[in-house]
């Protein structure tokens, strides 16, 4: 299970917010004084749902992918070799997932995220037809998921900045949450179909159907409308390093963004490992079966998709700041408690709480990196906390692995709460994050 996740206010003046002294005017009245009519709410503005559809296409796909990936992998080599396919892809992601914001802010996120998809499309049939000549390499697979990691250091922190160009910054938190309803949705129907994939036609069929889910998403990209930054240039003449020398200071000047990038960094090291490595292995320990494993994973998506869909709904929380941290803080007593409930269906409830609160911390920290960057920083400042989130933790699951070994599930949950947990106190004691609002 591959965990996504985006752990700020701008400056810019918004270009569809409206405000009318006196009683509310007919359609025609606004058209002819020039004043613009009230934005449409993010769930029913066609444009971003397009951008919705073609996020959910590929994330399925994305799925579809991976379970293909280690099925070919088990089939061609030992199990080593397999771990080594399915492990190698995160070492290019976390050494280029920063300049992947320089190349989204320089390019811009839409034409970065269309080039990618194609270039995801491309990669995994070009293997779908070779598996049909042949039998499946090892090599083969190796240099695919290297492939698949640099488009990913590309492709996670444009597709995290793109929101901010296709809709108004008050809509951000729903529109991170209909992100969120559709990884969800990914997550639920990409294992099943890879699955029916593999059973029908083996990985060559799976990476076909994967590689058409990433071409579907890009004539939906190509329809979405962006709009221009507010008053500064895409690129810049200083280089790639010296883009992203520029995005650290801009970070660094900002009372909010700083402490809330510390925030995500420590909460995910501390959510990623215990919930992608530790719940299989706490399953296995507890007699608990694949079946346990799998009631387990369906309540946590269940509170995570109950996060985002009170969000797409609601709009707006109020306290950002503070609802976030606490949530954090929360969310961290009940992984602890994971390790330590007497049976499997207090394992689902459980499981349920964590996806609820780091459903609902993550969604608002990911609407306030997109509402307090400065629109021409926003994939940087994107790439960083994706650079946390995707590129580091992961790295972390041998060391999950390898201490739940020598210490059992209950010590090593507790250190990795522990460590969350930090994220969300260290989010109460900075008070401009604290106080941190998203616009109405």
């Known amino acids: 299970m591959r965990q996504e996740s985006g752990k700020g206010t701008g400056t810019e003046a918004d270009p569809t917010a409206a405000g009318t002294v006196g009683a509310p005017r007919a359609p025609e009245a606004r058209a002819a004084q020039g004043t613009p009519a009230a934005p449409r709410p993010a769930h029913r503005d066609g444009n971003v749902l397009r951008w919705v559809g073609a996020y959910a296409s590929s994330m399925i796909g994305d799925n579809i992918y991976y379970l293909a990936l280690s099925w070919a992998a088990v089939s061609a080599g030992s199990p080593a070799q397999a771990g080594l396919v399915m492990a190698v892809s995160a070492v290019p992601r976390a050494l280029l997932m920063l300049f992947g914001g320089v190349i989204a802010d320089r390019f811009g996120p839409r034409r970065v995220v269309i080039v990618s998809d194609a270039a995801r499309c491309a ?139 510390v925030l995500i960094a420590l909460s995910d090291l501390g959510f990623v490992g215990p919930l992608n490595v530790g719940l299989t292995l706490l399953a296995d320990q507890r007699g608990w079966g694949a079946s346990g494993l799998g009631w387990i994973l369906a309540g946590f998506g269940v509170g995570a998709g109950a996060a985002s869909l009170t969000l797409t709904v609601w709009g707006r929380v109020p306290r950002a700041g503070l609802v976030l941290s606490l949530a954090g803080i929360a969310g961290s007593l009940a992984i602890a408690g994971l390790a330590h409930v007497p049976g499997v269906w207090y394992a689902v409830g459980m499981a349920g709480a964590v996806g609820l609160l780091a459903g609902l911390s993550g969604a608002l920290c990911g609407a306030l990196v997109q509402t307090e960057s400065d629109p021409a920083y926003v994939g940087r400042v994107t790439s960083v906390s994706t650079f946390f989130s995707l590129g580091i933790a992961p790295l972390t699951f041998p060391v999950t692995g390898a201490a739940v070994d020598l210490w059992g599930t209950g010590p090593v949950f507790t250190v990795s709460a522990a460590l969350s947990c930090l994220g969300g106190m260290y989010g109460l004691l900075r008070g401009p994050l604290r106080r941190a609002e998203l616009p109405r």
Do not use: N
């Not at 520029?246 to 700083?258: E, F, K």
């Open 123 to 261: 990669a995994v049939l070009a293997v779908a037809g070779a598996l049909l000549a042949t039998s499946p390499a090892v090599w083969l697979l190796a240099v695919l998921a290297v492939v698949f990691g640099t488009v990913d250091a590309v492709f996670m922190p444009a597709v995290g900045a793109l929101p901010a160009r296709i809709t108004t910054r008050d809509q951000l938190a729903r529109v991170q949450g209909m992100r969120g309803m559709a990884v969800r949705v990914a997550h639920v129907l990409g294992a099943p179909l890879g699955g029916l994939c593999v059973a029908l036609g083996g990985a060559a069929t799976a990476f076909g159907f994967a590689g058409l889910l990433f071409a579907a998403s890009v004539p939906l990209l190509m329809a979405v409308r962006v709009r221009d930054l507010p008053g500064k240039a895409e690129g810049r003449a200083s280089g790639a390093w010296g883009d992203l020398a520029d995005g650290m200071r801009h970070i660094r000047r900002s009372r909010v963004l700083a402490p809330l990038l």
